[in-house]
């Protein structure tokens, strides 16, 4: 192969690298997720719904699920604050599909007492209309407490 070819290809395998590092895709996850995360936690159905594709279907850990209205209706957290930030984060990605999995812990307002939890967590996002959706989440928190 010839010097200058293998120049080219060379460069295009550097293009391709650095349009993939982390720092470009971090990006792209920090803000879906920053995002969702505090929609999800404000308790607010009308912010919730925003975030939502239409087929988005959340799965907890306690077995229950909910497609979009009936969690908008009375599926949303009572989260009173979170505790930590975003942890064990890992992305995949695709042109219109993200898979991002995280460890989140928070605290519940449950009458007159408050718990703690950690919630390892896996959310689907899916571009719609050049905004990333959620389109599955699941959630296994455990108590700390």
Same mark, same amino acid.
């Given at each position: 192969?010839?010097?200058?070819?293998?120049?080219?290809?060379? %460069?295009?395998?550097?293009?391709? %690298?650095?349009?993939?590092?982390?720092?470009?895709?971090q &990006?792209? /996850?920090?803000?879906?997720?920053?995002?969702?995360?505090?929609?999800?936690?404000s308790?607010?159905?009308?912010?919730?719904?925003?975030?939502?594709?239409? !087929? #988005?279907?959340?799965?907890? =850990? &306690? =077995?229950?699920? /909910?497609?979009?209205?009936?969690? %908008?209706?009375?599926?949303?957290?009572?989260?009173?604050?979170?505790?930590k !930030?975003?942890t064990?984060?890992?992305?995949?990605?695709?042109?219109?599909?993200?898979?991002?999995?995280?460890?989140?812990? #928070?605290?519940?307002?449950?009458g &007159?007492?408050?718990?703690?939890?950690r919630?390892?967590?896996?959310?689907? #996002?899916?571009?719609?209309?050049?905004?990333w959706?959620v389109?599955?989440?699941? &959630? #296994?928190?455990?108590?700390?407490?």
């Amino acid at each position: 192969m010839r010097p200058r070819i293998k120049s080219v290809l060379a %460069l295009k395998c550097l293009i391709s %690298l650095a349009l993939l590092s982390p720092a470009w895709s971090q &990006n792209v /996850y920090d803000d879906a997720l920053d995002a969702w995360v505090a929609a999800a936690t404000s308790g607010d159905p009308q912010i919730v719904e925003q975030f939502l594709a239409p !087929e #988005f279907q959340i799965l907890r =850990g &306690n =077995g229950r699920r /909910y497609d979009a209205p009936n969690y %908008l209706a009375d599926g949303l957290p009572s989260i009173s604050r979170v505790l930590k !930030e975003l942890t064990h984060i890992e992305v995949t990605k695709s042109e219109d599909v993200m898979v991002v999995s995280y460890w989140l812990t #928070f605290e519940v307002d449950e009458g &007159n007492q408050k718990s703690r939890w950690r919630a390892p967590r896996l959310t689907v #996002f899916r571009k719609i209309d050049g905004d990333w959706r959620v389109s599955a989440h699941a &959630n #296994f928190a455990v108590p700390i407490d």
